[in-house]
């Protein structure tokens, strides 16, 4: 294979990691990134890709969808070469996310060679007390992950470019908006500031407090801080988590 591009959102790192182990497998001669997580990155015309790279198209799922800054970016991603879908999600659901980034690739001129939903740990887990698919992916997940792009490039080479339509649903369902919350600052913050630099939507000010308009509770401040000062203690989200947190282990669900 000749050209690898990947396109990303990944607030706390999971989307990035499962990407670079598919990309691992792939091998392609040349590998490239576009991570739009910084808020400093954000195209504001469209990305032209030539048909000799296969892009993937990856971000984080928010109930059930592509967290929102991730899509708006990736919508503009266009070319006429082959792509791959990735979604990472909470160990819930996937929903509509990864239909939602097979059809904006469809609809920007791409083939799409495969699709994947992988787990990561879920945001509300660097928030709260409870513990929401923690530590994934795992060694297992990546292995998969880095299967799966072998898996592609043989597809490839075999002269297979079907389009394999993944699980969800057309119209998409609703995203989170009702779920959004800023978290707490509390008085254990020692001003050390690493929550204003990951922020990829700078929703923290400098006096260390979460605007809960900008705020999309990627959970990207609580899982750096070293002092556990950024907490959500909104009782919906709390019950919320202590659901999540019972569920069985999901697995990577693939589609080619």
Same mark, same amino acid.
């Given at each position: 294979? *000749? ?29 490239? *990134? ?76 791409? #083939? ?34 880095? #299967? ?20 969800? #649903? ?57 002092? #556990? ?10 019950? /919320?988590? /202590? ?9 990577? *669900?693939?589609?080619?």
């Amino acid at each position: 294979m *000749k050209k690898l591009l990947l396109a990303y959102f990944s607030a706390t790192g999971a989307t990035k990691t499962v990407v670079e182990a598919l990309a691992k497998g792939f091998g392609a001669n040349e590998i490239s *990134k576009l991570d739009f997580t910084s808020p400093d990155f954000r195209a504001q015309e469209d990305i032209l890709v030539d048909e000799d790279t296969t892009v993937v198209f990856a971000g984080p799922v928010f109930a059930g969808r592509i967290q929102t800054d991730a899509m708006d970016q990736l919508k503009r991603i266009k070319g006429n070469g082959n792509a791959i879908c990735i979604c990472v999600y909470g160990n819930r659901d996937f929903d509509d996310a990864l239909i939602e980034l097979y059809d904006t690739a469809i609809d920007n001129g791409f #083939n799409v060679v495969g699709n994947g939903a992988f787990i990561g740990e879920h945001s509300f887990t660097h928030i709260t007390d409870f513990n929401i698919a923690k530590n994934r992916p795992d060694a297992n997940d990546l292995t998969i992950a880095e #299967n799966f792009g072998r898996d592609i490039v043989k597809k490839i080479v075999d002269g297979n470019l079907s389009n394999i339509e993944p699980k969800g #649903n057309r119209p998409y369902k609703d995203g989170m908006s009702s779920l959004l919350v800023a978290p707490d600052t509390l008085d254990t913050c020692i001003k050390c500031g690493k929550c204003i630099t990951v922020c990829p939507v700078n929703a923290i000010n400098t006096e260390f407090k979460c605007n809960p308009d900008l705020c999309i509770l990627c959970g990207a401040c609580g899982k750096v801080c070293p002092v #556990n000062a950024k907490v959500c203690t909104v009782e919906p989200l709390i019950q /919320k988590s /202590k659901l999540l947190s019972t569920l069985e282990k999901r697995v990577p *669900k693939l589609f080619i």
